[in-house]
């Protein structure tokens, strides 16, 4: 069954510090998707974004990158420069390519608080 | 720039009681989601529709739940009767396809608090 794993519960950093948030997925299949969400104060859940199995090229955009790591299984986030509008929960979802129903499973989020 | 809507946003009821949530994907969107998240955790899906037919449903309480999606547009999700373990923010989603490769789209979601 596929799981995805948050392991930091809440992240507190200054302002203009770096952060990485973490990411460990299980899926048995060879094609899937990986998604992160951002979730401000809000509620409104918003999509940052999406990569393929078979593309384990980093990307980067603006002071967001995000590094796919198929041997361990994890898709970190890191946010350079932070800013206290980063501050959000962010999640990290896995989908797999399958022909029936697409299911996203979410992680249970990891609570980030930048301070001024 | 198009967005899912959802109302009401908040929504206060008592146990045993009838409440309805109700969500307008972005327009052309064929699959819509529902679904629930629990405070402290990540969503988890409650149904999927695509255009007026389910697709997934396993994760769906139908013993007080049911949701529709008549037309194929706008979907309600009704919860009869109500419990105090509903209390959560439900979300809802759209994607154009169905494929697992397409991006969500969420509403701002209902929080409801059973009393």
């Known amino acids: 069954a596929q799981k995805v794993t948050q392991a930091q519960t809440e992240i507190s950093v200054v302002e203009k510090e770096d952060v990485t948030l973490d990411c460990v997925y299980e899926?048995?299949?060879?094609?899937?998707?990986l998604f992160w969400y951002k979730q401000p104060p809000s509620g409104e859940l918003v999509f940052l974004i999406r990569r393929n199995s078979f593309d384990e090229q980093n990307e980067i955009s603006g002071r967001y990158s995000w590094n796919f790591q198929k041997s361990t299984s994890s898709f970190n986030f890191t946010i350079t420069a932070s800013q206290v509008v980063d501050s959000a929960v962010y999640f990290c979802a896995l989908s797999e390519a399958a022909q029936g129903a697409q299911k996203l499973v979410f992680g249970q989020g990891t609570r980030l608080t930048i301070n001024p | 720039e198009a967005e899912v809507a959802q109302s009401p946003r908040y929504k206060i009821t008592e146990k045993s009681q009838a409440v309805a949530f109700w969500c307008d994907p972005i327009s052309g969107h064929a699959t819509l989601y529902w679904y629930r998240q629990i405070l402290g955790q990540g969503p988890e899906l409650l149904v999927q529709?695509?255009?007026?037919?389910?697709?997934?449903d396993s994760q769906l309480p139908k013993d007080r739940f049911s949701a529709e999606r008549l037309k194929g547009v706008d979907s309600t999700l009704k919860i009869q009767p109500a419990e105090l373990g509903d209390s959560a923010m439900y979300l809802c989603?759209?994607?154009?396809?169905?494929?697992?490769?397409?991006?969500?789209?969420f509403g701002p979601g209902t929080r409801l608090t059973v009393t």
């Open positions: 529709f695509q255009d007026e037919s389910v697709v997934d």
């Open positions: 989603a759209s994607s154009l396809y169905r494929g697992s490769n397409n991006e969500q789209y």
């Open positions: 899926t048995r299949d060879t094609t899937y998707y």
